[in-house]
């Protein structure tokens, strides 16, 4: 007779890439219940795993049920970009997902085009974000030392979707978030069983 798993065994486990601070507000409830591993270059944070999210070798292959990355993918330089996808895939489980966010730059384009570079698109609870900061990062962290802040690549809708078919996935959606100044890419490792759980994990992720 097979063996009952645990609770500790049978929860689902995610990978926040990039996790930034324990009070992160852009993380899901969706992901309230599961299993985080936190992963971050800055050790100040206190991450689970000081590490580039373009090495995760300190992970096993196969051993989370998602990936989750907010505004951090940016950060990269665009070289890095292909790894750190991989990187996400391979250490999804076979019915994996990864959730990836990036700064939207075709949506800030008119900023640019119309010489407002400095003016304020949206409020964070970090301050205020500007045009100039969604392009190169958030410049009050950089001033103060935060020089990971910096933006290194970016990315519009189709490079963006191009980015994430090359690294493999199976299934991919793209989404607009935040009024449009985000992109948000579903990957999945498997094609959704039905467009009714697809739609389903979307609304439960934000998207």
Known sequence: MPRKKSAQQSRRVFLNAGCGTLDDSRL???????????????????????????????????????????????????????????????????????????????????????????????????????????IWGFGPAIAHGKTGMAHHCGFAPTLFLECLKRAGFSEIVLRRRRSGLELAGLALQRPSESPAKRKRLMAQLGL
Not at 57 to 78: R, Y
């Open 28 to 134: 899901p409830r969706f992901f309230h219940k599961w299993q985080e591993i936190r992963v971050d270059v800055d050790a100040s944070l206190k991450p689970d795993l000081v590490a580039s999210i373009a090495d995760l070798s300190a992970i096993p292959d196969a051993s989370v049920d998602a990936v989750w990355s907010a505004h951090c993918v940016e950060h990269l330089f665009a070289y890095e970009v292909p790894r750190a996808l991989g990187e996400f895939r391979r250490v999804l489980r076979k019915n994996g997902f990864a959730c990836i966010i990036v700064p939207d730059l075709q949506a800030i384009a008119h900023w640019i085009a119309t010489d407002r570079l400095h003016e304020t698109i949206y409020q964070s609870t970090a301050g205020p974000v500007t045009a100039h900061d969604m």
